[in-house]
């Protein structure tokens, strides 16, 4: 079992800055591939990012690269995402999910945080 708990999320306007926090417990935390993903009223839980346990090899959405970036700590069992020049589309739910692999579908991910909201205002 693994349990996560995110923090971080939060109000801010468009072009500024949050760094998602992501702390893990239970099974050994670096073994397991680490993602992010998000869900915005009204629409489907989608990837946003992942990192490899392997070789730490990064994963984007299209519309996050250049200004998310997924980072692990495995010393401190923690996953970041540091979010740059945020726009209102990324207004969403983000929850943080742990797996024996990387996938880009939420579905095969077995373990999931509550979620913290972030909300960008223009």
């Known amino acids: 079992q693994v349990q996560l708990v995110e923090s971080g999320g939060g109000l801010v306007q468009a072009g500024g800055s949050l760094r998602l926090s992501c702390a893990a417990s239970?099974?050994?935390?670096?073994?397991?591939?680490m993602g992010w993903f998000r869900q915005a009223p009204g629409k489907e839980r989608e990837f946003v990012a992942a990192?490899?346990?392997?070789?730490?090899?990064?994963y984007y959405l299209d519309s996050v690269k250049g200004r998310f970036t997924i980072s692990r700590d495995n010393a401190k069992n923690t996953l970041y995402l540091q979010m740059n020049s945020l726009k209102p589309e990324d207004t969403a739910v983000y929850y943080c999910?742990?797996?024996?692999?990387?996938?880009?579908?939420?579905?095969?991910?077995?373990?999931w945080g509550q979620g913290t909201q972030v909300t960008v205002s223009s």
């Open positions: 239970g099974r050994t935390f670096s073994s397991y591939a």
């Open positions: 999910a742990a797996n024996s692999k990387i996938a880009t579908m939420p579905a095969p991910w077995g373990y």
């Open positions: 990192i490899s346990w392997i070789d730490g090899s990064t």
